[in-house]
């Protein structure tokens, strides 16, 4: 079993939709979650880091981390075309691991 | 914002070279930079860290003599593929924390590796 899980898609959405991004990871012990954003041929971008259960939200991102389900999601409203990128969730911070990446297109 | 500046960002060479690859922190001090690798549709797969003033710690699996190290500077870590061939070919992309405490890793735009 991995230590994170992560649907790889492809998601295709309409602009203007509501993503929603998952990953569950395995190990309990991890604290920290983060969500990158990586364009292709680009290095990931951090969008939103947090350590505690709870939605953290900035701007159209919202980040959920459900820490008894082992379970984290992503949220971003009013999805726009540049919004297209692969979106990878991360557990931990100096041993970070990864999920594998979900691909997503907003379409116009 | 915390950037992190890679370089060169694409390159080329002949089978049996060498190649440095340049991972700085531009405004602020790295003691801790990362390298990883990155295969077209899959996630980063952690290489090494490297720790200013000492040797990097590899992963399981990573030829250390294949990928050096150095990490002489707090701005500065690179990463050295020794005698590279076709199957080095990769995205190589580096991180770097800053602070003191936990803090979460941000990335450079990565190095484009093709070994014909």
């Known amino acids: 079993q991995k230590e994170v899980e992560q649907d790889p898609g492809p998601l295709s959405v309409p602009e203007g939709a509501i993503v929603s991004l998952n990953c569950t990871y395995s190990?309990?012990?991890?604290?920290?979650f983060m969500w990158y954003r990586q364009y292709s041929r680009k290095g990931p971008e951090l969008l939103m880091y947090t350590y505690s259960s709870g939605n953290k939200e900035d701007g159209r991102f919202t980040a959920q981390v459900d820490k008894s389900s082992k379970y984290i999601s992503l949220f971003i409203r009013d999805s726009q075309p540049s919004d297209s990128a692969t979106y990878l969730c991360?557990?931990?911070?100096?041993?970070?691991?990864f999920g594998a990446g979900t691909r997503l297109t907003v379409k116009p | 914002g915390a950037v992190v500046s890679q370089h060169p960002s694409w390159v080329i060479c002949k089978s049996g070279t060498s190649v440095k690859i340049e991972c700085r922190s531009l405004?602020?001090?790295?003691?801790?930079m990362f390298w990883y690798r990155q295969f077209p549709k899959q996630s980063l797969m952690l290489m090494a860290t490297s720790n200013e003033g000492s040797k990097a710690t590899y992963e399981q699996g990573v030829e250390k003599d294949k990928f050096l190290i150095n990490h002489a500077s707090l701005t500065l870590s690179t990463l050295t593929v020794t005698s590279a061939h076709p199957e080095d070919s990769s995205f190589y992309i580096c991180s770097a924390s800053f602070g003191v405490g936990d803090q979460p890793q941000h990335f450079g735009d990565g190095t484009r590796l093709s070994i014909l």
């Open positions: 405004d602020f001090q790295a003691t801790t």
């Open positions: 190990n309990s012990a991890f604290q920290y």
């Open positions: 991360a557990i931990g911070f100096n041993d970070m691991r």
